[in-house]
């Protein structure tokens, strides 16, 4: 799933916003829970067959084989490591782990079912899933909130289709099986959030919390994708399919809730249904009311054997964690002096973490490199909608840029320059700095024509300048002007003064 | 001095490894008869003649260049039409596959192909294994070679029929419910179900998951033995198999089984048992006797529940293993290429027979919110009483003797339109199946001219007893010696 990035340019939030709100409701009523499916894509290979799970931008249906395809007389076998993988998320979000784990079939057809089955977890009817319980806690608004899971399952994915432009009006669909039987995890929450900005937000904790695991790269495409069930409280849910971005969550979240406070004002009752969010129009429509679901035939998957999880391989996995997001934004607060907001920022994503830290190696001014990343590197990668890792701004490369600033090569507002230039052309700053000249000009004999130049342009500026000495800083001020902001305003001020001092004596003198 | 085609694998296996006969001779002698007789007898879906010729001519190069020798080297064995031959069409008796050709092979072919076994065709069935009588295949009928007019039994009648006919040396079929040891007790053939997860399901078509194992049926109990060497074994594709050390079936043969007790359950010669069935099977408890063996008549009332309880759980996984079959990959597809594709997929599926909906429909139904309590997790709470029940008697004996099928087979189209008394027909053979416990059949007496089967069941893991108590009654009876008049 996309991470945070800047606001939509698209019509949709556009369209919502324009409709006024008949009915307050407030943010307490509103009862939103997540079910997300993150692919667990450090994996090598698929849930139940040695295929290979490096299947984006390749050609359809290359990375099959009889098992995921489901030929007959074919049977799965559990990849151990994702195993091994799913215990360890479950262990960082809190889960309860079963001393025994087992698969289910869920029965349905789909053109995108190979077994027209999917081999999932079951929480009811005896069935065991990887992780039961658990606890997310994130800052929103300057405060903690905590989100409760119900439950983390391990299942496949299915394959994909392809409709020639929308779903409805595509003459055929075409099936690419290669995501068929990659190992995907379900986590489910209680609806324990409050807002679509909250559930972003909570997303994005999740996220933060895999990549620290090393289990997902959740920035692949569609490797993120969830569902949303959204109330308003007394009324009938809703369930939102088909949302595969982060900031589609939001966008989808919003436009649900206006929905249903616009039918409480008109006196409708919100239908308990499915809907499908559709990104391209930004609107959902309805999928099937509650009498339509898929009467799913869950039953024990007969061609698995339960799988028993033995505290001391619960305790070996506890031993490898590696730091988690809120033990990495802790220890910046005491290790850096980061502000704690700032480091909640900072850990928010593991490759901006990890620029942080590599750039305190190189140059060892933490709380100058975190402020430049908050106040504007993270800004110009927003306006791009690119992450860190995606940019080509190395930690050598942004800590040069830092210690040129120190050195007074450039100026700060050079510097701001600069750092677009590096994010959008993606070249190192010194040869930026060389070619546009963003060097800070101290040299006096640079300098003084340009002060001539400007004393002859303001001579209004210049008499009052005459007059009283603190006026010198308007002229000062259309130096750096002149020269883009590299003029080292210490020396430039000097040259105006000695001017200024020069004419006055003339004056005095005439 | 029989005729090559007569002989046993474990007869002909010596032979060709000392040079006296050549696989190629071996083929052609087989051949030869199944032209003469295939045609009455209709055993076999596919053959692979010129196949099978090829291969036995590079087995004899083989075993006159190599020392190294496989425990088949040149036998021509017969493989089920639900198990899964690279290259080599695989239907199932059903026309959903009648042009499926799988792109693998199962792991007991590629364990038979690498003792230099030889696959001679792919036997017929009923479709999907849903059978007791192997009618309900869409390539047709396989007969009786005892009589004609009547059914083999099922659902692996043409490897069963293929034994009886000597049209194979060896065969493979699969049981579910009974589905090898019926065919074996209607043609006087022997064979095993063993226990559940001796021997790899990959590659083996589901009908049931849960209840099926593959397994031989061959001539007497040493070819059983003999193949069951190179049958069993941890395969990692197949997550339900047992890791074990590894066992010689034939050595355990020779087991002595002086001493060892007999529990015969009423239930299994109770109502709906044939009277020549039921004397039959008590000649053969006496004759066990003789040899130093103890019975005990017992009741276990537990048996009345298990047909219903087979049923539910085999049709409800059935209704979701035959999802897949909906056209869109492989398998049947009609002609029209628009439309819903909820709508082309079910027309699709209308190349499943009768019998194969009727179970996909139960099965659905037993699944379905509301109905799941009432038979699928009633079945679950069934098949634990029994395996409990059975482990028990255990304690006391060490094997079960009863009928295989509680009658001699019946005629071509007696059964077929009356489902629930063809599924009661199975009340001997299902709980090995329910309980995973291990059972055989063996030829005890005819009866109008037509087989009787003797059933010997087990604890898990019991083979090796069991194939102590087969051997010794096959040395001193002749009964699976006797061969239908043919030609």
């Known amino acids: 799933m996309a991470m945070d990035k800047t606001k939509s340019k698209s019509s949709k939030s556009k369209s919502a916003k324009a409709r006024p709100l008949k009915i307050k409701v407030k943010e307490e009523d509103i009862l939103i829970g997540l079910e997300i499916h993150v ?19 390749k050609e359809p249906n290359n990375f099959v084989c009889p098992i995921c395809l489901g030929l007959p007389g074919t049977l799965p076998v559990v990849n151990k490591k994702a195993l091994e993988l799913a215990i360890e998320v479950c262990l960082a979000l809190g889960c309860q782990i079963p001393e025994r784990t087992l698969f289910y079939r869920k029965n349905y057809y789909y053109p995108d079912m190979p077994k027209n089955f999917q081999i999932t977890q079951y929480h009811k009817a005896g069935g065991s899933p990887i992780g039961l319980g658990g606890q997310v806690s994130f800052d929103f608004n300057m405060e903690k909130k905590v989100v409760n899971l119900i439950r983390i399952q391990l299942e496949e994915d299915p394959g994909r289709l392809t409709y020639l432009g929308s779903i409805i009006s595509s003459e055929y669909s075409l099936v690419d099986y290669n995501r068929a039987g990659i190992t995907l995890l379900e986590i489910v929450t209680e609806p324990d959030l409050r807002s679509p900005e909250e559930a972003r937000e909570f997303l994005q904790k999740i996220r933060s919390i895999l990549e620290h695991l090393g ?78 679901e898929h009467d799913y035939r869950y039953f024990p998957e007969p061609d698995l054997v339960p799988i028993e999880i033995t505290p001391e391989q619960i305790e070996e996995l506890k031993a490898k964690m590696p730091e988690l997001p809120d033990e990495r934004r802790d220890r910046f607060i005491l290790e850096y002096q980061v502000p704690r907001y700032d480091a909640g920022v900072l850990t928010s994503s593991k490759s901006l973490a990890d620029f942080f830290e590599n750039c305190i190696k190189l140059y060892s001014e933490p709380k100058n490199i975190s402020n430049w990343i908050l106040s504007e590197l993270l800004r110009y990668l927003n306006e791009l909608n690119i992450e860190i890792n995606e940019s080509t701004v190395t930690p050598e490369q942004f800590t040069t840029m830092l210690k040129r600033i120190d050195a007074g090569t450039i100026s700060r507002r050079s510097a701001k320059k600069v750092l677009m230039d590096m994010i959008n ?73 000695k001017k200024i001092y020069q004419l006055r004596r003339k004056e005095e003198s005439t | 001095m029989p005729t090559l ?61 190599s020392k190294k020798k496989g425990h088949l080297m040149g036998i021509p064995i017969a493989i089920k039409d639900n198990i899964c031959t690279q290259n080599i069409r695989t239907t199932c008796g059903s ?19 690498k003792e230099g076994g030889i696959i001679i065709g792919k036997t017929n069935m009923d479709e999907f294994a849903m059978g007791s009588s192997t009618e309900t295949s869409f390539y047709g009928i396989t007969h009786n070679p005892w009589n004609l007019d009547y059914v083999v039994g099922g659902s692996s009648g043409g490897s069963g029929a293929a034994i009886t006919a000597d049209e194979a040396i060896l065969a493979l079929g699969s049981d579910t419910g009974g589905s090898i040891r019926c065919p074996a007790s209607f043609c006087n053939a022997t064979g095993i179900k063993v226990t559940y997860g001796l021997i790899s399901r990959y590659g083996l078509v589901s009908y049931a998951c849960s209840l099926e194992q593959i397994g031989p049926l061959t001539k007497d109990i040493r070819d059983c033995a003999l193949l ?46 044939d009277e020549a069935v039921s004397k039959a099977i008590w000649d053969a408890i006496y004759l066990l006797e003789t040899y130093g063996a103890t019975y005990s008549e017992i009741s276990l009332p537990l048996i009345n529940y298990a047909v219903p309880c087979y049923y539910i759980i085999a049709m409800s996984e059935a209704s ?122 063996i030829p005890c007496g005819f009866s109008n001219g037509l087989p009787i089967g003797l059933q010997l069941s087990g604890n898990f893991l019991s083979e090796e007893i069991l194939l102590a108590v087969a051997h010794k009654f096959q040395q001193e009876t002749d009964f699976h010696k006797k061969k239908p008049l043919l030609e």
């Open chain 1, 39 to 57: 692919q667990l894509t450090n994996l090598k290979t698929k849930l139940f067959c040695g295929c290979s799970t490096d299947y984006r931008g």
């Open chain 1, 215 to 292: 289990v997902a790269d959740c920035s692949l495409e569609g490797s993120m994708r969830c569902d949303a069930n959204i109330s308003l409280k007394g009324g009938n849910r809703v369930e939102i399919k088909n949302i595969s971005s982060f900031k589609a969550v939001q966008h989808a979240l919003q436009h649900e809730i206006i929905r249903q406070r616009r039918q409480r004002a008109d006196g409708v009752l919100t239908v308990m249904e499915t809907r499908h969010w559709d990104d391209n129009t930004g609107r959902t429509i309805s999928l099937r009311t509650k009498e339509e």
């Open chain 1, 425 to 497: 052309l993606g070249k190192p700053p010194d040869q930026i700095i060389e070619e546009d000249g963003h060097k800070r000009i101290s040299d006096p004999k640079k300098l003084e024509p340009i002060a001539d130049k400007i004393i002859e342009k303001n001579q209004k500026a210049t008499n009052d300048a005459i007059k009283d000495e603190k006026a010198i800083n308007f002229l000062l001020g259309e130096m750096m002007k002149e020269t883009h902001g590299t003029a080292d305003p210490i020396i430039g001020l000097q040259i105006l003064s």
């Open chain 2, 5 to 65: 085609y007569e002989l046993t694998a474990y007869e002909l296996r010596s032979r060709l490894s000392a040079g006296d006969i050549s696989a190629e001779e071996l083929m052609f002698s087989l051949l030869e008869r199944i032209e003469r007789v295939e045609g009455d007898i209709k055993s076999y879906i596919t053959l692979q003649k010129d196949e099978a010729i090829n291969e036995a001519q590079k087995i004899d190069k083989h075993l006159k260049n």
């Open chain 2, 95 to 113: 026309k959903m596959l009648e042009n499926y050709i799988p792109p693998f092979n199962a792991t007991v072919i590629e364990r038979i192909l």
């Open chain 2, 228 to 273: 069951l060497n190179i049958l069993i074994g941890y395969d990692p594709y197949d997550s339900t198999t047992l890791q074990l050390p590894k066992k010689d079936y034939l050595k355990s043969l020779s087991t002595e089984i002086r001493g060892i007790k007999i529990g015969v359950p009423q239930e299994f010669l109770g109502e709906g048992t």
């Open chain 2, 320 to 441: 979701s293993n035959l999802a897949r079959y909906d056209g869109i990959r492989y398998g049947h597809r009609i002609e029209k290429d628009e439309g819903e594709w909820n709508e082309v997929f079910s027309e699709d599926r209308l190349a499943f027979g009768p019998e194969v909906r009727r179970r996909i429909m139960l099965g659905t139904y037993a699944l379905s919110a509301g109905y799941y309590d009432m038979y699928y997790l009633k079945a679950l709470k069934i098949r634990t009483l029994l395996r409990k029940q059975f482990e028990d008697q255990f304690k006391s004996f060490d094997i079960l003797v009863g009928p295989t099928m509680p009658t001699i087979p019946f005629k071509i189209g007696e059964k077929i339109f009356d489902p629930l008394s063809m599924y009661m027909s199975d009340i001997d053979t299902v709980i090995a199946n329910i309980t995973g416990m291990p059972a055989l059949s």
